[in-house]
T-cell receptor, first 112, second 114 residues
């Protein structure tokens, strides 16, 4: 069975600073990896995904993530955060039967 | 991407009653799922809604408590039966995109049981 670990429960970052959210996964086969964002009172929005190919993937809102098989990681980054990036971020791994397993989530607070 | 709507968006229900949540997609999809997000928690898969057959439930979830219907390729319902305060959660449906492994989520139904 697959699983996801997001080591950081809460991260506070200054507006304009860089952001990196960590994600480690456990899955026996080639993983399908996702990052979702959930703003307060909102549903989940897909930021980016990795299925195969280039290990550095670009997403929406200026986010990118890098897949590192040797480290079983799929960390999310943004060079310069905006106040609107304050939200809950979830990493997820998908199996061959299309079911998603989510990490516990990381809450991002942006200070002015 | 698919456009997904859920009804109701939120509800407050009394203990012992049941609530049916609807999920409507704007296009035909092969797979639909139901997730639960308890307060302050991550998402947990409840079941896969199969068109024309019984839903497939994950460990810890049973059909008597969470009956699911999927009469066609664009619609599904999840019923939360005999509710208790522990059922207070956000319930989300999701769909798998036809061409890849992407999953899109509905806006969720926020359920409070008193």
């Amino acid at each position: 069975a697959q699983s996801v670990t997001q080591p950081d429960i809460h991260i506070t970052v200054s507006e304009g600073a860089s952001l990196e959210l960590r994600c480690n996964y456990s899955y026996g086969a080639t993983p399908y990896l996702f990052w979702y964002v959930q703003s307060p009172g909102q549903g989940l929005q897909l930021l980016l995904k990795y299925f195969s190919g280039d290990t550095l993937v670009q997403g929406i809102k200026g986010f990118e993530a890098e897949f590192k098989r040797s480290q079983s990681s799929f960390n999310l980054r943004k060079p310069s955060v905006h106040w609107s990036d304050a939200a809950e971020y979830f990493c997820a791994v998908g199996s061959n039967d299309y079911k998603l397993s989510f990490g516990a989530g990381t809450t991002v607070t942006v200070r002015a | 991407s698919a456009v997904i709507s859920q009804k109701p968006s939120r509800d407050i229900c009394q203990r012992g009653t049941s609530l049916t949540i609807q999920c409507q997609v704007d296009s035909q999809v092969t797979m639909m799922f139901w997730y639960r997000q308890q307060p302050g928690q991550s998402l947990t898969l409840i079941a896969t809604a199969n068109q024309g057959s019984e839903a497939t439930y994950e460990s810890g979830f049973v059909i008597d408590k969470f009956p699911i219907s999927r009469p066609n390729l664009t619609f599904s319902t999840l019923t939360v039966s005999n509710m208790s305060p522990e059922d207070s959660s956000i319930y989300l449906c999701s769909v798998r995109a036809a061409r890849n492994y992407e999953q899109y989520f509905g806006p969720g139904t926020r359920l409070t049981v008193t």
